[in-house]
Each structure stands twice: as structure tokens, then as C-alpha cells.
T-cell receptor
């Protein structure tokens, strides 16, 4: 079983739509959670950390559900510029063990 | 803060030559750096974890004699692809861990812009 699993998509949504991605993790000892965004032929860039209480940054909301071992990313009012691959990352905080999901591809259509 | 640079950004070389890629943390000290490769339309694949002043830890299936890693300082790690062949053509990305953020629970990796290697 993979440490981190994501639905690869692709998700094709119209501009202005709300879209949500989920990511599940297998190790209940996981401590830190992050969402990254990767544009085509570019490096991943940190989008936001995910806190236990949930957190929001503009149109983006991240949530953590420890009981069910998943994290989510909600994007409201999608923009064309949101088109990218979104990577979920989990860290055990016991060393340098970061686990990446395979990414979820999002395309926002005009 | 948390800026990571990589050099060169792209390189084209002949088969059999060696290529060195540098990864630098510009505004923080990184005791740990990571090296990844990514093929088109595939996910990141961790190659090795590089710790300052010690030998790198390679992932299963990654040849340590082919991919030489040196992490001589807290801000610089290098990856040398020795005797490169066309199958080594890929996007190589480094990242650095910013431990200043560990106490805030936001300790994570910051990526360099990547190096696109093409071996002819």
C-alpha cells in the first residue's frame, strides 16, 4: 500500500467552479501535511501547510481529518491560472521521510 | 525566505560525459537536501537524501556510483551524473529542508527550479 494516495484525475472544471481534492495517508504517526502545486515543466511550489484545525488562504482551504487519515484541498472560484498538478505531501517528523502523492491534475476551462 | 537555486537550469551533453548539478539554499542553512528526478507526465521520484558532512542515502534502485552526491556545506549540495546516457535524460530537481520552521510545524521542503538534462 502506498504511503500517500491521490486521485490522479484529470479534473476539468469551468472557470468559477469549486473543486476539491482528497489525499489519503497510511501512517497514523504522520505529523505534518502540505499541499504543493506543480506547473508543467516546473518545480513543485509550496501552496500551503495543513493544520489540524484547518486553514484558509484566500480561495484555498485545506483540512485534515486524522480519524480517517486524509487531507483535503478546496479551491473556490477557480481561475484559469489554477490549472496545475496538485501534490499532497506527508511527513512523519521522525527524520527526513517525506511522502509525495502522485499528484492530481486540474484544468480550469474558460 | 526559503529560496533554493539550481544550476544549470538546462544542459545538453554527449553520451559518456559527466554532468554536475548544483543546488544551493540561498537564505537559510539546509542540513538536509533531497534529489529527485521526474520523467514527463510522471510523479517525482526521490533519488537520494543528502546530509551535510555525511554520505548520502540512496533510494532502492538508484546507483550511488552513477549519481554522485556531495553535500560539503550547509548551503550547497551537488549531484554528478557520471557517464551519462540517453536514458538519464530527465528533469532533476533538488529540494532543501528548512529546519528553522520545525518548531512551527511547517518544516517542509523547498524546491529548486530544476535542471533539464538531455543526453544525446
Amino acid at each position: 500500500r502506498k504511503e500517500v494516495e491521490q486521485d490522479p484525475g484529470p479534473f476539468n472544471v469551468p472557470e468559477g467552479a469549486t473543486v476539491a481534492f482528497n489525499c489519503t495517508y497510511s501512517n497514523s504517526a504522520s505529523q505534518s501535511f502540505f499541499w504543493y502545486r506543480q506547473d508543467c515543466r516546473k518545480e513543485p511550489k509550496l501552496l500551503m501547510s495543513v493544520y489540524s484545525s484547518g486553514n484558509e488562504d484566500g480561495r484555498f482551504t485545506a483540512q485534515l481529518n486524522r480519524a480517517s487519515q486524509y487531507i483535503s484541498l478546496l479551491i473556490r472560484d477557480s481561475k484559469l491560472s489554477d490549472s496545475a498538478t496538485y501534490l499532497c505531501v506527508v511527513n512523519l517528523n521522525t527524520g527526513n521521510q517525506f511522502y509525495f502523492g502522485t499528484g492530481t491534475s486540474l484544468t480550469v476551462i474558460p | 525566505g526559503a529560496v533554493v537555486s539550481q544550476h544549470p537550469s538546462w544542459v545538453i551533453c554527449k553520451s559518456g560525459t559527466s554532468v554536475k548539478i548544483e543546488c544551493r539554499s540561498l537564505d537559510f542553512q539546509a542540513t538536509t537536501m533531497f534529489w529527485y528526478r521526474q520523467f514527463p507526465k510522471q510523479s517525482l521520484m526521490l533519488m537520494a537524501t543528502s546530509n551535510e558532512g555525511s554520505k548520502a542515502t540512496y533510494e532502492q534502485g538508484v546507483e550511488k556510483d552513477k549519481f554522485l552526491i556531495n553535500h560539503a556545506s550547509l548551503t550547497l549540495s551537488t549531484l554528478t551524473v557520471t557517464s551519462a546516457h540517453p536514458e538519464d535524460s530527465s528533469f532533476y530537481i533538488c529540494s532543501a529542508r528548512d529546519l528553522r520552521r520545525a518548531s512551527y510545524g511547517t518544516d517542509t521542503q523547498y524546491f529548486g527550479p530544476g535542471t533539464r538534462l538531455t543526453v544525446l
